[in-house]
């Protein structure tokens, strides 16, 4: 019937509409269950009504059946923050794209992206909210940390910027300060480019020469159209080795150049130059080549008046000893005889008069007095010209006098020689008695000693003599002048023979005369001459104020084969000189030099020619003395009174 298929049809249509109902709500289900967004539906107060897997993934739910029914509001880091969030949502109906931070249910703080939906009853009321949510903490939190790492380099900038300038004030600082010092400098510094142009001049060079204003060195300083021809500083360029040379700059004054490499900021190659005005030092060193040419004359005629000196008093004491020699001829062959026979005859007059005995006794009295005038007239004859002078070996007339102090005086001296010394000068070996004789004298009366000690050699053609004591000894410098043969008697007619003394002696602590002089008259020197073309053999330059010791050195050091003797100089001054010009292998240098001293003129040597050997002499071992020549530059330190032998290892190094 018609009705029955009415509700056929409607039975039919309610049955497809159903499927279709369950197929759109599986359709969604499947949708809402597998969409990759959190999605979930709550209440206004925040129960949550529906989740999906997402989302209870999002918030460490197990499964959405196990968020399903909690608080939506658990999951807000500040509950607070729901209520803004409902007004404006009822306001405006949905929220789109907005992010936001909340926390999983471990307390884990997360980002998410949010879009909200409202959804109201007629009569506008809100009863439901549905919302899709995304993850993006990572992104959120890679965003906070490139912000606070831009706001940290900003910090970093804004602290760079100021450190560099503060730097920058401070290198301009220093820079300037850097100009001031160079404006300062007692010399010109100047920066030359390839092309002959002056980039940088200090105020000295500009003072000196004015400013250059672009042009070239050579045309604005000698108005030339081309370089000079004598200019050293561009061979800097070409070997790149620094370069040293003087120039007569345009003001006519003298200059010591010193060109060194460069370069430019930029890398470009520049030459650094530096010019001393050496114009005073220049005419100071032409006013000590003048004084010291006149030294040199000086020192030529003093010696030959030295020499005219030494042959007079070789002469005075040659007639001294003439004159002694016929006193004692004439004690001895004269008034010996005479007083001889006188005691004869007073012999033949006593035996008159035996029977008188007053007379008798006065002649016993002539007789006594006779015979003490004859034994001081044998005395008086042997002081004045022993015999023993006579003698080939000086030690042996050493020896006699020895005896002669000791037999008179008490006083034990004991004489010590290197070989045999023979004295050719007659006049020199009765010098040399007279001073001994004088000076072991002095010992008896002021050393109050037992003992003393006589040392003699000879090197060459000098005899070297000590007399020595551990007695009272006294301060040299108090020396006062003395009568007759005095020791400052002693001391001038040593030096008029062309030799030396030198006393060392100390209150308590003993005395040593130490005596150099030259048997007979003392030949010219050769103060240098040009090297030896044996180049096998040391070259030695002797540096001694006393020629007679210099002359000894050099007749001892010749006797060597592998030594040869090239100069010597009686002053400091001399002997750095000698040094520069011979360039010896050794120098002997004596501490006590005049004009300069040893320490001095050995530290100047050392500074020209380092490889050469300094032998310091002396008479002292005195340990200030010693380092002083040590830090001057001496590799060793012997005494004049050495062996010879230890000298020689010295030389030899």
């Known amino acids: 019937s018609v009705v029955g298929e009415k509700m056929r049809r409607t039975?039919?249509?309610?049955?497809?509409?159903?499927?279709?109902?369950?197929?759109?709500?599986?359709?969604?289900?499947?949708?809402?269950?597998?969409?990759?967004?959190?999605?979930?539906i709550s209440t206004p107060e925040g129960r949550i009504l529906l989740c999906n897997p997402a989302f209870a993934e999002m918030f460490g739910f197990s499964s959405a059946q196990e968020a399903i029914g909690t608080s939506i509001l658990d999951l807000y880091p500040d509950p607070g923050e729901r209520e803004p969030l409902l007004e404006r949502l009822k306001q405006e109906g949905k929220i789109g794209h907005f992010g936001v931070w909340r926390k999983r249910r471990d307390g884990e703080p997360i980002h998410i992206v949010e879009n909200l939906v409202g959804h109201f009853n007629d009569q506008g009321q809100l009863y439901e909210i549905k919302g899709y949510l995304f993850e993006d903490t990572d992104r959120k939190r890679a965003e906070e940390a490139l912000r606070e790492a831009r706001d940290e380099l900003e910090i970093r900038v804004q602290e760079r910027t100021v450190e560099l300038r503060k730097t920058m004030d401070l290198v301009q600082a220093e820079r300037q300060r850097?100009?001031?010092?160079?404006?300062?400098?007692?010399?010109?510094?100047?920066?030359?480019?390839?092309?002959?142009?002056?980039?940088?001049?200090?105020?000295?060079?500009?003072q000196r020469f004015g400013k250059c204003e672009g042009?070239?060195?050579?045309?604005?300083?000698?108005?030339?159209?081309?370089?000079c021809e004598n200019c050293k500083a561009y061979n800097v360029l070409e070997t790149n080795v620094p370069q040293h040379w003087e120039w007569i700059g345009p003001d006519g004054r003298d200059y010591e150049i010193y060109d060194f490499p460069f370069t430019d900021a930029d890398g470009s190659p520049?030459?650094?130059?530096?010019?001393l005005d050496i114009t005073e030092r220049k005419n100071a060193e032409a006013e000590l080549q003048r004084l010291n040419d006149e030294l040199k004359r000086r020192t030529v005629e003093l010696k030959h008046r030295a020499r005219q000196l030494q042959k007079l008093t070789l002469d005075m004491s040659e007639a001294e000893d003439r004159e002694r020699k016929r006193l004692a001829e004439i004690l001895h062959d004269d008034l010996q005889q005479v007083l001889?026979?006188?005691?004869?005859?007073?012999?033949?007059?006593?035996?008159?008069?035996?029977?008188?005995?007053?007379?008798?006794?006065?002649?016993?009295?002539?007789?006594?007095?006779?015979?003490?005038?004859?034994?001081?007239?044998r005395s008086l004859s042997h002081e004045l010209s022993p015999a023993v002078l006579h003698h080939d070996n000086f030690e042996e007339t050493l020896e006699w006098l020895a005896n002669q102090v000791q037999a008179k005086h008490g006083l034990v001296v004991h004489v010590h020689t290197h070989d045999q010394v023979s004295v050719e000068s007659e006049t020199t070996k009765a010098f040399l008695y007279k001073v001994t004789q004088e000076l072991l004298f002095n010992v008896v009366k002021h050393a109050r000693v037992n003992e003393a000690r006589i040392q003699v050699r000879r090197l060459g053609r000098c005899i070297y003599l000590s007399i020595s004591d551990q007695g009272r000894g006294f301060d040299p410098e108090e020396l006062g002048q003395t009568a007759g043969f005095g020791?400052?008697?002693?001391?001038?007619?040593?030096?008029l023979l062309g030799g030396c003394m030198k006393i060392k002696s100390a209150k308590d602590k003993g005395s040593m005369f130490l005596i150099a002089?030259?048997?007979g008259e003392v030949e010219p020197e050769l103060t240098g001459r040009a090297p030896s073309a044996d180049t096998d053999r040391l070259r030695v330059l002797l540096a001694d104020d006393h020629e007679i010791v210099r002359e000894g050195l050099a007749l001892l050091l010749n006797e060597e084969s592998a030594v040869e003797v090239i100069g010597g100089a009686p002053n400091g001054l001399e002997a750095v000189d000698l040094a520069d010009r011979l360039k010896p292998?050794?120098?002997?240098?004596?501490?006590?030099?005049?004009?300069?001293?040893?320490?001095?003129?050995?530290?100047?040597?050392?500074?020209?020619?380092?490889s050469t050997r300094v032998v310091a002499l002396s008479m002292s071992e005195d340990p200030d003395t010693v380092k002083r020549m040590h830090a001057a530059g001496a590799e060793a330190y012997v005494l004049k009174t050495a062996p010879s032998e230890e000298l020689l290892a010295a030389i030899r190094g």
């Open 178 to 206: 850097f100009q001031n010092l160079l404006d300062q400098l007692p010399a010109y510094l100047v920066l030359l480019s390839p092309d002959f142009r002056v980039p940088f001049a200090n105020r000295f060079f500009e």
């Open 585 to 610: 292998h050794v120098v002997i240098m004596y501490v006590s030099m005049p004009l300069m001293s040893g320490d001095e003129a050995t530290r100047r040597i050392k500074q020209h020619l380092p």
């Open 11 to 40: 039975r039919t249509r309610e049955r497809r509409q159903g499927h279709a109902l369950r197929e759109s709500e599986e359709c969604y289900h499947r949708l809402f269950e597998d969409d990759l967004s959190g999605d979930y």
């Open 215 to 227: 042009r070239r060195c050579y045309e604005y300083l000698f108005q030339r159209p081309e370089p």
């Open 517 to 519: 002089v030259p048997d």
């Open 487 to 495: 020791l400052l008697s002693i001391h001038e007619r040593i030096e």
């Open 270 to 275: 520049l030459i650094m130059e530096v010019g």
């Open 340 to 377: 001889a026979s006188a005691k004869f005859h007073l012999s033949l007059m006593r035996n008159g008069v035996r029977d008188d005995p007053a007379l008798h006794d006065v002649g016993d009295q002539i007789d006594q007095m006779l015979r003490d005038a004859i034994a001081k007239s």
